[in-house]
C-alpha cells in the first residue's frame, strides 16, 4: 500500500472517486491513500450517494483536505464500508488530541453540533474506493477551524490521518496471517 | 442481527469463539453480538491467535466483560478483521466519555499505558466470529476500574457497546444500498 | 428484507431491471421484492438477455404482474439464476392452487403449452436483480385467464407471490445459521 | 456434472454428506448428483443440522431414495442453500405426476400432512454438499407409497429427479452465460 | 469448456475483449478460447490497460493470430491474472517445438530480444476476459516467422495453442475434484 | 510476500502443506514462498490428494528441494490450482537452462520421460497452500542429476525458483492495478 500526499491544490469534483484515478494521476499501481487539499464541488453525474442526488444535495466547500483511498484486493461492498467506517473512526482518533468531544455517527464527524465531513465508498469491477473530506474551513458546517487546527497545522494533520490508516492496513494484513481457523461446535 | 445481554456470569475458555456457539446456546438462528459477563481462561486448544499458543501466553483474568461477534454474511478474513478494528474503534469511544484517554493499537485498547482489553477474530466454513474481552478490575493489567467505570456501571456498559455495534452494522447495511457502482477513468 | 405492492400501474420498460431502482423509487434501503401491474414493452436498450437482442425479440404485453427482487448481498450470477429458478418454481406453487398442469421450463412457465412468464437476472457491480412478469390477458401467450384467475384476484396473486419469495428467503437465511461445516473424508 | 444412480443398496448414515465422497466411492472428479436407495441411520457425529443435535433426533428410516449434491464451484453458504430449496422444489415437480396436493415447505415435503423428506446442505473448505432423503415406506412419516409409488418404479423416479437436477444446472450454466450486466441508475 | 478456431479473417479492434462477444459472434453459451487470424488495431477506446492509453500506444500489427479467452466461473481480478501468466507459459511451452530460447516475462513473450505478443485481462461484473496475440510477421517487432513458423502452418500453431488451454483448463478442473481440505496447525 | 530459502535440511512429511506451518516456523506474517531441501515421506494422514491416498501410494525420496507458498489474499481453489500450474511452468522455465526438452503435464515435469516432481494444492478456511517438490536424486524417477545439476547447483537453483515464482507475483499485483474494467456487448 502507497501512502501519498500531494503538494499542490486539487479540487475534488468527483471524478476523483472513479477507479484508477490513482494511476492515472501519478502511476500508483499499489492499494493507496492519497491526501490531497482543495475546495469540492461535486458534480451531478459523479454522485455516487443516490440520496445526494435524488434531494439535489450541493456537496460544496471552499476548502477541504481529502482522501482518497482504492483497495484492489476484492470488490466486496461490505468491506469498503467496514474500512470506510474504520477510517472515519481514525480520523477522530487523529482529531482527538485537538478536540476530544467530537461525535462520529457512521460516516460522519460532527464538531459542535455541526458537520464536519463528507465521506462515499462504493466498488467497481476493479476496485473498491473510498472518498472522505474535512472542512478546512467553513461558515456554515464545522470545519479544522473549529477544532483548533490552523492552516500551518493541515498539512501535518493530512499526513497522520492518511499514516495511521496506512499503519492499520498493514498491522491488519499481519495479523490475519497468525490466527488458526475456528473451531466448530 | 440479534443484540444479547447474558444475565447469568459464564467463564470465556475459548470454546465460545467456536462457530455457532450462539446457536447451541439460545437458538440464536442470526448473526448477533451477545455481551457477558465473566472470568478468562482459556484453553490451549482453544487458542487462534498462534502467537499466544507459541508463547504459551496466559490468557487469563478474573472478571472481565465479553463480547462475541458472528456474521454469516461472508467467511472472508479480510472482513471480520476490518469489523474487529471497527468494534475495538466503538468501544474506545464509549468508553471515552468515562476516561478521553484511551489509546487504541489495532484490536487493542490501553489505559495509563497499561492493556485492557484482549480480542481475536477469524472465520469457520460457515461463519466470522469476533471475542473482545475487557478487564473489568485487574493486578496487573488496564481495567474498567481505571477508567472510573464502578461495577453498578458494568451492565450498562455492556449493553451501551454491543448496542452501538448493532447500531453501525443496521447503518452500513443500509448505506451500502444507496450507493451506486464507481465510474471508471 | 421488504415485500413491497405498488398499488399504482406501471409499464416495465427495463429500466426497473437497474441496480438502485427501488432506492430510488421509494427510498428502499434493504433487499427487496416488489410487485406491480402494467404493461411491458422492453426498450432494446434496457435488454439483458442477448438472445432477445439479437434476435429482435419484442418482450410486450398489454397487462402483465410484475415482480423485481433485489439483493445486495453477493454480486455472484450463480446464486441470483439460482434464485431465479427457485422463484419460478415458487410462483408455480402459487399458481398450482388455480390449475395444477402448469409447467416449469427453467424460467419459464407454461399452460396448455403456452408460454407464460418472461423473466431475465444479472448482476452489476453492486446488486443482483430478477425481472419476473405474467401475463394477465394475452391473445397469443398464456395468461393468468388462461388459468382461471380473474381480474379480482390479481392483486391478492401479487401479494401472495411476493410473500412466498419472502418467506422462503428468510427461511434460508435462518436455516443457515444452524447448520456446521461438511467432514471431509 | 455427473449424475448417477447406483445400482446396489447402500444406507446413509450421515458419511456421505463429507466433502469428496463420491471421489471416494466411485472416482467422481466432476460435481455430481449421486442418488440410491436404502435405509437412513445418521450417527450423532455425523448430524450437520445442531437443531437435531441437540434434539438428539433420530434421523431413521429403513427404506429410502438418498440423493448426494456435490458442487465445487463455490464455498458460498447462500448458493447452497438456494440449491437445496431448489432441488426440494424439483423433487416436488417431478412427484406432482403421481400426487399434485404435495406441499412444500423450505426443504421439507409433506404429503397428507406427513413430512416425506429429510435434508440438510452445508459446506466445506472445499466443496458443497446438499443430501435428500425420501421415504420409500413408512409406518409413521409420508412415503411414496402414499403417493402411489410402487417398489417398481422407485428406480425411474430415482433417474427422473436426478436428471431434473441435472438438467437444470446445465441450462443455469447455459443461461447465464448470455445476460449482460445490469445497468444502474 | 468450448474451444473454437475461427477459419475466416478477423481483426482484433478491441471491441472483442468485451464481455459476451463470444456469444454475439457466435452463441458461445459456455466458457470459451477462440482463436482468429488478422490484423491488430486497438482503439483508444477500447484499451483495457490504461498504461497503454496514457501513453498513446498504438497496439498496431498487420497480422497476427489472437486468442480470446473468457470465463465466467468468477470475477475475480487475481484469477484472470494468474491464468493469462499461465497462458503465456503455455504458449511459450508450445512455441519451444520450434525455437527454445524464447523468454517469458509475465505476460510478454520476446525472440531475440524483440516482443512477440501482445496481451491484456481484465474483468466485467458477468465474466474475465484475456485477449493474446502474436505477430504472424511484422517490420520491428518479433513473429512467428522469426521463430521459424511459416504461414501454412499458422492454422495448426493455432489449434495446438488453443487445444492446449482446454486441456490445462479441464485437467485443473479434475484435479481440484480430488484434493481435501488442508490441515492448520 | 516473503521468499525464504531455508539453510538447515528437512524432511517434507506433509506436515507443511498446513495452513500457518510458515508462521509457526519462522514467525512469517506475510504470503510466502518458502524453500528447503530434504528428504521427502509424507505419512498418509497428511495426504491431500485422495488418490494417492485411495492408492497408498508411496510419496517418497530421499533428497528434494521442496518449494511451500502460501496465500492469505484468498481461499478460491480455483486461484490456487492456477497459481500451481503457473508455478509448474515457472520451474521448467528455470529449468531449461539446463535441459530444454523437459515436459510439463499439469503439475508434473518428466524428463527423459521420468517423472522429475511431486506437488499438491488445496485451500482451508484461512489460506491456500502449494507443495512442489523436485527429486535431487534417484533411482528410479527423474532428478535434477538427469538434468545435470549437480550439487553445488543445487541452492542457487532454489533460490532462483522462489524468486522467479515472488517476482511473478509482484508483477501480477502490478498489473491488474492499471486495467480498467472490461466493456460489455
Request: overall charge negative.
Amino acid at each position: 500500500m502507497k501512502c501519498i500526499i500531494l503538494d499542490k491544490t486539487l479540487e475534488y469534483d468527483g471524478s476523483q472517486i472513479s477507479s484508477l484515478w490513482a494511476y492515472n494521476l501519478a502511476d500508483v499501481q499499489a492499494d493507496s491513500i492519497i491526501a490531497f487539499r482543495g475546495g469540492c464541488d461535486v458534480k451531478i453525474e459523479h454522485m455516487i450517494d443516490l440520496e445526494d442526488k435524488k434531494q439535489g444535495d450541493m456537496i460544496f466547500s471552499t476548502d477541504m483536505v481529502h482522501f482518497i483511498i482504492e483497495h484492489f484486493d476484492s470488490t466486496d461492498l461490505k468491506l469498503v464500508y467496514a474500512r470506510q467506517r474504520l477510517f472515519t473512526a481514525i480520523v477522530a482518533e487523529v482529531l482527538s488530541e485537538y478536540r476530544n468531544d467530537l461525535i462520529r455517527k457512521g460516516d460522519d464527524l460532527f464538531v459542535d453540533g455541526k458537520k464536519l465531513t463528507v465521506s462515499i465508498a462504493s466498488t467497481s469491477a476493479v476496485s473498491q474506493k473510498i472518498h472522505f473530506g474535512i472542512n478546512v474551513m467553513h461558515d456554515y458546517y464545522g470545519s479544522l477551524e473549529d477544532i483548533g487546527i490552523c492552516n500551518d497545522d493541515v498539512l501535518k494533520l493530512m499526513e497522520k490521518i492518511a499514516k495511521s490508516y496506512y499503519n492499520e492496513f498493514i498491522d491488519i494484513e499481519l495479523d490475519l496471517r497468525k490466527s488458526r481457523p475456528l473451531d466448530v461446535i
